[in-house]
């Protein structure tokens, strides 16, 4: 049962456009979004998050969008760089009793090229 | 620099031995955690620790074992009963949040290859 779910493994851009990577989830309790970077044979590299009380944070060359309703985020990159190649991850997590979370579940990745 | 430092970064056990990977983290977070890494599969939790001397089993703990004696460590220990061992592991940590998001940050990762 994945609970998270990056439905395009590749995705593939010119340089300077615009990067689109969309991720959608089923659980309703999830209330808190995160993207990850990650090169091979290295550890993610965080990117930048969203709450569910927001609908849009922007980070730099990075804005991501939440859609509660259609349970669907998605990640921006203007302008692309070919520096920004690399495997992009959406993770999950949902606040249990008492406010606290610790788990995140993680989608199985969209791997970005950029090219010059 | 304050990290999340893993060791060692490339690993040959021989099928039948029990390994363990190490995690260190100076970052003063309370929560740690094991994920792993297959080709096709994301990232899945193992184990996770929100404090010391605690631990609770995450999606694939069987087959592995962990220890939180200390708040800045957290060994992972892949046992021969694990079946499936060669893969990416990665040690993460985060600041316990009472009311807010929990973004975790990760290690450089550990090889693992059973011959």
């Known amino acids: 049962d994945q609970q998270v779910k990056q439905n395009s493994p590749s995705l593939s851009v010119q340089e300077g456009r615009i990067s689109i990577l969309n991720c959608d989830y089923t659980?309703?309790?999830?209330?808190?979004f995160l993207w990850y970077k990650k090169y091979p044979a290295e550890g993610p590299t965080f990117l930048i998050s969203i709450s569910s009380i927001k609908d849009k944070n922007e980070d730099g060359r990075f804005t991501v969008f939440l859609n509660k309703s259609a349970k669907h985020l998605s990640l921006h990159i203007v302008p692309s760089q070919p520096g920004d190649s690399a495997v992009y991850f959406c993770a999950a997590s949902a606040s249990l009793s008492g406010g606290s979370n610790y788990k995140l579940t993680f989608g199985k990745g969209t791997l970005l090229t950029v090219n010059p | 620099d304050g990290g999340i430092t893993q060791s060692p970064k490339y690993l040959f056990r021989k099928e039948g031995q029990n390994v363990t990977l190490s995690c260190e983290q100076n970052?003063?977070?309370?929560?740690m955690y094991w994920y792993r890494q297959d080709p096709g599969q994301g990232l899945r939790l193992i184990y996770y620790?929100?404090?010391?001397?605690?631990?609770q089993k995450g999606d694939i703990a069987e087959g592995y074992s962990v220890s939180r004696e200390k708040k800045e460590s957290f060994p992972l220990t892949v046992t021969s009963a694990q079946k499936n061992p060669t893969a990416f592991y990665l040690c993460?940590?985060?600041?316990?949040?009472?009311?807010?998001?929990?973004?975790?940050?990760f290690g450089e990762g550990s090889w693992l290859t059973v011959v």
């Open positions: 659980n309703s309790m999830f209330d808190y």
């Open positions: 970052l003063n977070h309370d929560a």
């Open positions: 620790s929100q404090i010391v001397n605690d631990f």
């Open positions: 993460a940590s985060s600041i316990s949040r009472g009311n807010s998001g929990n973004t975790i940050y």
